[in-house]
């Protein structure tokens, strides 16, 4: 178990541009979220892949924001056109196959995005 | 939709003083708790969780919690508070009867004091 893996960890970038974030779960996870937090907030659910599959998406997330994961391994999510509100650490979350929604989740340790 | 409210931020206890941190959910269903800790420059990882069976559940340091289904509160506790527990807990809940997203509360600080 190597645990959840989260490139970069840092990320600056100015206003306007595009920016990509990568996770690598756990290998026999078949689960993996996107969160962002913030300062002084838990953190706040983006999206949640079962496999390849993208089961479920934050109404809160804009048109900007975009994950994919393609063959059901490591996720992407993609930033278009970055905002300063869009500063925030993302985690990336994965959990084992179990029945019902009791598995835990393992995070990486997050990407913290900085947009000047 | 289901909902987690920590009331306090911060909680400031001396060492091998008890602690308690407070948790209480919203949900029209029936739900899993679970309780997270980051400490320091680290990520998040699971402390204990609540699935089914015994309402109360203990970490292998020294935690418990108790889900209590009246009270709508999953409570964490500590008798004896050391140094390294200074972390930010939260407690999160997700729906029982299938895949739903885990919805976070926003935290607790716990600043143990030497």
């Known amino acids: 178990d190597t645990g959840v893996s989260q490139n970069p960890r840092h990320k600056i970038t100015k206003r306007g541009q595009n920016v990509t974030f990568r996770c690598d779960p756990i290998?026999?996870?078949?689960?993996l979220y996107w969160y962002r937090q913030t300062l002084g907030q838990g953190p706040e659910f983006l999206t949640y892949?079962?496999?390849?599959?993208?089961?479920?998406k934050s109404r809160l997330l804009s048109d900007r924001f975009s994950a994919e994961r393609p063959k059901g391994s490591f996720s992407t999510l993609e930033i278009q056109r970055t905002e300063q509100g869009d500063s925030a650490m993302y985690l990336c979350?994965?959990?084992?196959?179990?029945?019902?929604?009791?598995?835990?989740?393992?995070f990486g340790n997050g990407t913290r995005l900085t947009v000047t | 939709a289901q909902s987690v409210t920590q009331l306090d931020s911060q909680v400031p206890v001396f060492e091998e003083a008890p602690v308690e941190l407070r948790c209480n959910y919203s949900s029209s269903v029936s739900v899993y708790l679970f309780w997270y800790v980051q400490y320091p420059n680290q990520g998040l990882q699971l402390l204990l969780k609540?699935?089914?069976?015994?309402?109360l559940v203990e970490s292998i340091n020294g935690f418990e919690a108790e889900f209590n289904k009246s009270q709508t509160s999953f409570h964490l506790r500590k008798p004896s508070v050391h140094i390294s527990d200074t972390a930010e807990y939260f407690c999160?809940?997700?729906?029982?009867?299938?895949?739903?997203?885990?919805?976070f509360g926003t935290g607790t600080k716990l600043q143990v004091i030497p």
């Open positions: 609540y699935l089914s069976g015994s309402t």
């Open positions: 999160a809940v997700t729906y029982s009867g299938g895949y739903q997203k885990v919805t």
């Open positions: 290998s026999e996870h078949n689960r």
């Open positions: 892949f079962q496999n390849e599959a993208q089961l479920e």
């Open positions: 979350a994965s959990s084992a196959p179990l029945v019902g929604a009791g598995s835990p989740l393992h």
